[in-house]
């Protein structure tokens, strides 16, 4: 059962527009949210991250909304450009209080920015 | 950039034979991963390291094992490859104190190919 889902597997957004990425996720008990770039034939890149007790972390042209109560999450890219054509990753920390929590991932969503 | 390189970046071996991957890292920290990354399943853990000598099992350890001699390796075994191990698999790091998010980073990727 896929805990962390990103339904849209590809997404096209216009320079210069706004992009929206969406998350779900099914269990209550994850504490901590991670958004990944992912371009091919290279590692995810670290992004933006968002704590459970809070609903929105900004950063730059980057900022995550959080609705605990619908279990989504949301990535906002404003203005869009065409270096942030890649694979989005959403991704969930379930706190175990043991130090080494392995992170959930979606499958994805490949965002192409058009000209 | 965590400082983090994989070796061999690009493997090709045959069913049955033995594989070990190597992460390194340069900056000391405590926790390391290991992941892989298939199409339509997003990255899911195999293995993590929370300390010399200290490993346990992530999703999808079977048919992997791991070991971390030392706090700058962790090391990726397969110990009899076989095809649906095809992959690409990717080592990341935490850092090493703990508040309420902890981000991962990851390295460049390995790209396994089993015949």
């Known amino acids: 059962d896929q805990q962390v889902k990103q339904n849209s597997p590809s997404l096209s957004v216009q320079e210069g527009r706004i992009s929206i990425l969406n998350c779900d996720y099914t269990n209550s008990m994850f504490d901590y949210f991670l958004w990944y770039k992912k371009y091919p034939a290279e590692g995810p890149t670290f992004l933006i991250s968002?704590?459970?007790?809070?609903d929105k972390n900004e950063d730059g042209r980057f900022t995550v909304f959080l609705n605990k109560s619908a279990k989504h999450l949301s990535l906002h890219i404003v203005p869009s450009q065409p270096g942030d054509s890649a694979v989005y990753f959403c991704a969930a920390r379930l706190y175990s209080g043991g130090g080494a929590d392995g992170l959930t991932f979606g499958k994805g969503t490949h965002l192409i920015i058009q000209p | 950039d965590a400082g983090i390189t994989q070796s061999p970046r690009h493997k090709v071996t045959e069913t049955g034979t033995p594989v070990t991957l190597r992460c390194h890292q340069t900056e000391n920290h405590r926790y390391m991963y290991w992941y892989r990354q298939d199409p339509g399943h997003g990255l899911r853990l195999i293995h993590y390291s929370y300390g010399v000598k200290d490993t346990d099992k992530g999703e999808v350890s079977d048919g992997y094992s791991v070991s971390r001699s030392k706090t700058e390796d962790f090391l990726l075994t397969l110990e009899s490859a076989t095809s649906s191990q095809t992959s690409v698999y990717f080592c990341?790091?935490?850092?090493?104190?703990?508040?309420?998010?902890?981000?991962?980073?990851f390295g460049p990727g390995t790209r396994l190919l089993v015949l």
């Open positions: 990341a790091i935490s850092e090493s104190s703990r508040g309420l998010g902890e981000t991962q980073y």
């Open positions: 968002i704590s459970s007790i809070k």
